[in-house]
């Protein structure tokens, strides 16, 4: 069936360090691909999505890259900020349809 | 401008019985999508409304329906409640008409523990 995973429930980084968080999905016909983060007692909060036409898109501090060919979606945190310690979330969203679909997630701890 | 609002924020019901949440879009968002979170779990898509239709489903059972009002607003009815149906509902508007993004607006969501 439809899914989208993660590679690894929990990323440590120092503060101030880069962090990368992997996401695999199944679905090979997705129009597009999103990364939410999630805190504590809070719902998802949109942070940047790509198209399924575009390999990279930069936001502020994040990047989300995309590889088709491996169906795999990562997102870089620059110079990560004890702001940024939440759930991150990888979805998508299969083409013609409007339901999105959520992975696991990833927590990310920074530490200062 | 309020972003999506919903209510109640916790909730107790016992199996068997039956529960109503609601939700309030962003301003100018026109499509509300229901989610639920189990704990450590991503939000499951439950189904979404636009034009006070039912656009799309997930994969839940008819126990749970919804309704979408003239000014968007929405609930969600969960029928026959199950241990099973504890989880945090979250609600998620959206603007469609433009379909330049699909990017969300999630509210805080309703705790539901079903004892």
């Known amino acids: 069936g439809e899914s989208v995973g993660l590679h690894l429930p929990t990323l440590s980084v120092q503060e101030g360090d880069n962090s990368i968080i992997n996401c695999a999905y199944s679905?090979?016909?997705?129009?597009?691909f999103i990364w939410y983060k999630q805190e504590s007692g809070k719902g998802p909060q949109f942070i940047i999505d790509?198209?399924?036409?575009?390999d990279k898109r930069q936001g502020q501090r994040v990047t989300v890259l995309l590889n088709k060919t491996v169906k795999h979606l990562s997102l870089q945190i620059a110079a990560t900020q004890p702001g940024d310690s939440a759930v991150y979330f990888c979805a998508e969203i299969p083409t013609g349809g409007f339901k999105t679909i959520f992975g696991a997630g990833t927590r990310l701890f920074v530490k200062a | 401008d309020a972003g999506v609002t919903q209510s109640p924020t916790h909730l107790i019901k016992t199996r068997g019985q039956q529960v109503t949440l609601r939700c309030s879009p962003k301003s100018g968002h026109d499509t509300v999508s229901w989610y639920q979170q189990a704990l450590g779990q991503g939000p499951q898509f439950i189904f979404q409304y636009y034009e006070e239709e039912e656009r799309q489903r997930g994969n839940f059972p008819d126990r749970f329906s919804g309704h979408q009002f003239p000014n968007y607003s929405s609930e969600l009815n969960v029928n026959a409640l199950l241990l099973g149906d504890s989880a945090l509902y979250l609600c998620?508007?959206?603007?469609?008409?433009?379909?330049?993004?699909?990017?969300?607006?999630f509210g805080p969501g309703t705790r539901l523990t079903v004892t």
């Open positions: 679905n090979s016909a997705s129009d597009y």
């Open positions: 998620a508007s959206s603007f469609m008409r433009l379909l330049t993004t699909y990017e969300q607006y």
């Open positions: 790509i198209r399924s036409n575009m």
